[in-house]
């Protein structure tokens, strides 16, 4: 067995692959409160031993950071973030922690890697293990199933095994989001419903207002589109129909497909083919089974 893999019994399930995802912790007797006042989902309904997409958001509504939040005790939670570094969220978290009694640590002595294949114990949004041995969380759908560990050591890295991942985020509806592509998407623009990523029902947080007026007024025009689209294509890209921009790409992975989300309009014409840097983008269905709740 190689040295750097956990002994687990999750190893029967055969090896892993090193994954970019950092950790951030909240605990404290005020950690729970502080996470339902800040994030966009209901932290406080979420009970120990379960999972739930979240994000934190700008007061305009833009998603800032989009993570897997673990309720592990009754005070602790974690958050998973695949695209923005811990101490960076850290940071700018404290500013508003004020008298409450929550400590925000970066926990760089877990490590997140990933299976394509289904979980041993994990089941929808409940966790199994610990983090001092191996926390396995259900990342996948039936027709695209995943495992994800975090773990005290550290799992091997595969660059392709990492792609086919990032790869498998975009075909389940899960929008990665690079630093240019922060602050600039509502939730509903990410179509975070298909993740169960936020309420309109809870108490106030940071873009509340936004968020519900749109839900509410049901004035959402547009929503992510997974695409099928031309070697190269990277964040930020223009999509284009009839010789119109009408969207941008906000995610890519993959290489044979090259893969995309973009944000596109609800209501278009789908006679007219969609073209990323003058090729041909074709949308695919999404795999469902990623929403957590």
Same mark, same amino acid.
């Not at 958001?57 to 993570?67: H, S």
């Not at 106030?204 to 294509?233: D, M, N, S, W």
């Given at each position: 067995?190689?040295?750097?893999?956990?002994?687990?019994?999750?190893?029967?399930?055969?090896?892993?692959?090193?994954?970019?995802?950092?950790?951030?912790?909240?605990?404290?007797?005020?950690?729970?409160? @502080?996470?339902?006042?800040?994030?966009?989902?209901?932290?406080?309904?979420?009970?120990?031993?379960?999972?739930?997409?979240?994000?934190?958001?700008?007061?305009?509504?833009?998603?800032?950071?989009?993570?897997?939040?673990?309720?592990?005790?009754?005070?602790?939670?974690?958050?998973?973030?695949?695209?923005?570094?811990?101490?960076?969220?850290?940071?700018?978290?404290?500013?508003?922690? @004020?008298?409450?009694?929550?400590?925000?640590?970066?926990?760089?002595?877990?490590?997140?890697?990933?299976?394509?294949?289904?979980?041993?114990?994990?089941?929808?949004?409940?966790?199994?293990?610990?983090?001092?041995?191996?926390?396995?969380?259900? @990342?996948?759908?039936?027709?695209?199933?995943?495992?994800?560990?975090?773990?005290?050591?550290?799992?091997?890295?595969?660059?392709?095994?990492?792609?086919?991942?990032?790869?498998?985020?975009?075909?389940?509806?899960?929008?990665?989001?690079?630093?240019?592509?922060?602050?600039?998407?509502?939730?509903?623009?990410?179509?975070?419903?298909?993740?169960?990523?936020?309420?309109?029902?809870?108490?106030?947080?940071?873009?509340?207002?936004?968020?519900?007026?749109?839900? @509410?007024?049901?004035?959402?025009?547009?929503?992510?589109?997974?695409?099928?689209?031309?070697?190269?294509?990277?964040?930020?890209?223009?999509?284009?129909?009839?010789?119109?921009?009408?969207?941008?790409?906000?995610?890519?992975?993959?290489?044979?497909?090259?893969?995309?989300?973009?944000?596109?309009?609800?209501?278009?014409?789908?006679?007219?083919?969609?073209?990323?840097?003058?090729?041909?983008?074709?949308?695919?269905?999404?795999?469902?089974?990623?929403?957590?709740?």
């Amino acid at each position: 067995m190689p040295d750097n893999q956990p002994t687990s019994h999750a190893n029967a399930a055969g090896p892993r692959t090193a994954l970019q995802s950092q950790v951030l912790a909240l605990d404290g007797p005020d950690a729970v409160a @502080f996470a339902h006042a800040q994030f966009c989902n209901d932290v406080a309904a979420l009970p120990p031993g379960r999972w739930q997409w979240n994000a934190w958001l700008t007061a305009k509504g833009r998603v800032v950071a989009l993570f897997a939040l673990l309720r592990t005790g009754e005070q602790a939670l974690r958050l998973l973030l695949p695209d923005m570094e811990a101490e960076e969220l850290a940071q700018a978290l404290r500013r508003y922690v @004020f008298r409450r009694k929550v400590a925000i640590t970066p926990r760089p002595d877990l490590h997140a890697s990933g299976r394509l294949a289904a979980p041993l114990r994990a089941q929808g949004p409940v966790l199994d293990g610990t983090e001092e041995d191996d926390l396995e969380l259900d @990342f996948g759908g039936p027709a695209l199933p995943r495992s994800l560990y975090l773990s005290r050591r550290p799992a091997d890295a595969d660059a392709a095994q990492a792609e086919a991942w990032a790869a498998a985020d975009l075909r389940l509806g899960l929008p990665r989001l690079p630093a240019a592509q922060r602050e600039q998407w509502t939730p509903q623009q990410l179509s975070l419903e298909r993740l169960a990523a936020y309420s309109v029902r809870k108490g106030c947080y940071p873009g509340q207002e936004i968020v519900a007026r749109t839900h @509410f007024l049901g004035k959402a025009k547009r929503g992510l589109v997974l695409l099928r689209v031309p070697a190269g294509t990277v964040p930020g890209a223009e999509v284009a129909q009839a010789g119109a921009t009408v969207g941008t790409v906000v995610s890519a992975a993959g290489h044979d497909p090259r893969l995309a989300l973009a944000v596109l309009p609800l209501e278009r014409d789908t006679s007219a083919p969609l073209q990323v840097d003058g090729a041909e983008a074709v949308p695919e269905p999404f795999v469902e089974g990623l929403a957590r709740a």
